[in-house]
């Protein structure tokens, strides 16, 4: 049975959402309740260098006042702070805090559970190959979840 090209971009956004999906619920088992998938997205922005509304809005793809949400949401819940920048005082920037770090550390522990659990599902040869077969198609470099393209529009 042919398949068609939609059921396999289905299939791949399908296999990413299981992932983030009990990612997700894993965190929240593990005291991190409040974690969405955009906040990782916004913690990898401003961790690589996005430390203002502005830059991570668009960083996001998203507005400015859709980026200081999700900014006020990660501060609100102690992932994120907001210093004065030394070199001008009439800005503010956007620091990862300990508990963001831990949490984006657990959250990796996590990824690698599921990982090793789906080795052990469908064995260590099958998912290295599929892995094999993810980079001959989209390419060796991991996509950045910093960039557009993700579900980072849902702002909270």
Same mark, same amino acid.
Request: charged share 30%.
């Given at each position: @049975?042919?398949?068609?090209?939609? /059921?396999?971009?289905?299939?791949?956004?399908?296999?990413? =959402?299981? @992932?983030? /999906?009990?990612?997700?619920?894993e965190l929240a088992n593990r005291g991190y309740e409040d974690v969405r998938t955009v906040h990782d997205f916004a913690l990898s922005a401003i @961790?690589?260098?996005?430390?203002?509304?502005?830059?991570?809005? =668009? +960083?996001?793809? *998203?507005?400015?006042?859709?980026?200081?949400?999700? #900014?006020? $949401?990660?501060?609100?819940?102690?992932?994120?702070?907001?210093?004065?920048?030394?070199?001008?005082? !009439?800005?503010? !920037? #956007?620091?990862?805090?300990? +508990?963001?770090? $831990? @949490? +984006?550390?657990?959250?990796?522990? #996590?990824?690698?559970?599921? !990982? $090793?659990?789906?080795?052990?599902? *469908?064995?260590?040869?099958?998912?290295?190959?599929?892995?094999?077969?993810? !980079?001959?198609? *989209?390419?060796?470099? $991991? #996509? +950045?979840?910093?960039?557009?393209?993700?579900?980072?529009? /849902?702002?909270?």
């Open positions: @049975m042919s398949r068609s090209g939609a /059921d396999l971009a289905l299939l791949m956004l399908s296999g990413f =959402r299981t @992932m983030a /999906d009990r990612a997700t619920v @961790m690589t260098g996005a430390d203002s509304a502005s830059e991570l809005g =668009r +960083r996001m793809a *998203v507005s400015k006042q859709a980026a200081a949400k999700t #900014i006020a $949401a990660l501060e609100e819940r102690g992932y994120v702070s907001r210093e004065p920048d030394d070199s001008d005082r !009439r800005r503010v !920037r #956007i620091q990862v805090t300990a +508990r963001g770090l $831990a @949490m +984006r550390a657990e959250g990796e522990a #996590i990824f690698d559970e599921m !990982r $090793a659990q789906w080795e052990t599902q *469908v064995g260590v040869k099958a998912l290295a190959d599929l892995e094999t077969t993810l !980079r001959q198609l *989209v390419g060796d470099a $991991a #996509i +950045r979840l910093d960039e557009p393209g993700s579900d980072a529009r /849902d702002a909270e």
